[in-house]
């Protein structure tokens, strides 16, 4: 490889590198580069673009009926109220780990009326690990439960 | 297994501590996975969470292969050692074999538990890139002579690290999908994990730290063959008969 052809790939490879690393801090300056956002602040901002809200799914809320499921979201670690509480639908199966209470993230825009409709739901699970109950571990997977 | 009289010579601790530590990895990963079978199921997760003893376990051991990594590429950089490159190759190999498993478990808990393979989550984001980066650093020992590719290979190697404090506290400075770290939470919280779990994982993560180990002793032992040091890269001495097709690609 001679001279100037390694200066010239290097100068490349520095220009790549400062290039990517001006755009991700751009990118983290406008606050594009999130993830989700928490249902207060969509609710406030009136916006009707595709979003990603994550949240907890407050207890007592949640209605399934036929292939649509129902439930309030709304900002976790806060007590509800309505400025931070959305209702949700959606066609989208939840997975089995879906509960009341637990946190969920939902994709998908607000309606005309204020309801988000989401196109997928995913379950959020907190870093808290406890063990089954003995009963339901029995009944499924052990014939013996430890005291 | 033979072994020349020169590397014995050369190296004569090597296969006492590679012996020793095989050892160590085999009765951690049969009490490992004597403690995962026992360990309860998850309230919430039920048995999928057993993923997490191979998850975390992986997800460390590439953190610490890389860290083997950086310093070993610094004490290359620093003396030209052979030795020291050798061991930053093995780390890094170690190293991006333990990122793809934790890729991979995760993946598979993630559509178990959150019912998606993929997100765009920053902690999974940011250990993609992790992941690419390491790739990159075996890549480009393979480029120029041999000296350079190792020298390419050390500063790939050493820059790649500012990744990985950015993996790990991922869960902290966005908002994302995958949860905080359990057992290096904040240490004002009671760990909220299930004794027999944190039993089990912590036996998971000491067993995959003696099979990394044990790895690197062997691999290193591997590449330091006085007679063909060639062997360090794929393709080892054909490449380095025809540089010319190499550099003609781009």
């Known amino acids: 490889m001679t001279a100037p052809r390694r200066r010239r790939r290097r100068l490349l490879l520095v220009t790549a590198l400062v290039a ?93 009326s204020g309801t988000f409709v989401a196109s997928q739901v995913i379950v959020k699970h907190s870093n808290v690990y406890r063990a089954k109950p003995p009963s339901s571990v029995g009944a499924t997977t052990r014939s013996t439960s430890s005291p | 297994m033979s072994t020349t009289a020169r590397t014995r010579a050369q190296r004569p601790g090597r296969r006492d501590a590679l012996l020793r530590l095989g050892a160590v990895a085999a009765t951690t ?6 403690a995962a079978a026992e360990a309860p199921p998850d309230a919430v997760q039920g048995e999928w969470q057993k993923l997490m003893y191979l998850h975390v376990p992986a997800a460390w051991c590439a953190y610490a292969s890389f860290a083997v990594a950086l ?108 949860q905080q770290a359990t057992l290096l939470a904040d240490s004002r919280q009671v760990p909220p994990i299930d004794p027999r779990m944190a039993l089990a994982l912590g036996l998971a993560v000491v067993a995959a730290s003696a099979v990394s180990g044990a790895f690197l002793i062997w691999r290193v032992g591997a590449l330091d063959r006085p007679d063909d040091e060639a062997a360090q890269r794929p393709g080892g001495a054909s490449v380095e008969q025809t540089p010319s097709t190499v550099t003609a690609i781009p």
């Open chain 2, 29 to 34: 990963l049969a009490a490992a996975a004597f």
């Open chain 1, 20 to 112: 990517g690393g001006l755009l991700v801090a751009g990118a983290a300056a406008k606050g594009t580069l999130v993830y989700s956002q928490s249902p207060s602040q969509v609710l406030g901002s009136g916006d009707s673009r595709s979003v990603r809200l994550s949240g907890t799914v407050v207890p007592g809320t949640l209605v399934v009926s036929g292939r649509e499921t129902r439930f309030a979201l709304r900002d976790t670690g806060k007590p509800a109220t309505a400025a931070d509480t959305v209702d949700v639908v959606t066609r989208d199966a939840p997975p089995d780990t879906f509960r009341e209470g637990q946190g969920a993230v939902v994709e998908g825009r607000l309606d005309a």
């Open chain 2, 71 to 178: 310093v070993a590429s610094a004490a290359h950089l620093r003396t030209r050692s052979l030795l020291a490159d050798r061991w930053a190759l093995a780390a890094t190999e170690a190293g991006v074999a333990w990122t793809a498993l934790a890729l991979v478990s995760g993946s598979i808990w993630g559509r178990a538990v959150w019912g998606v393979w993929w997100a765009w989550d920053p902690r999974l984001v940011s250990t993609a890139l992790l992941f690419v980066a390491y790739v990159a650093c075996l890549g480009v020992r393979g480029t120029g002579s041999l000296a350079a590719g190792r020298r390419r290979a050390a500063w790939t190697a050493a820059g790649a690290f500012a990744l990985v404090p950015v993996v790990h506290f991922s869960v902290l400075w966005w908002t994302g999908l995958h």
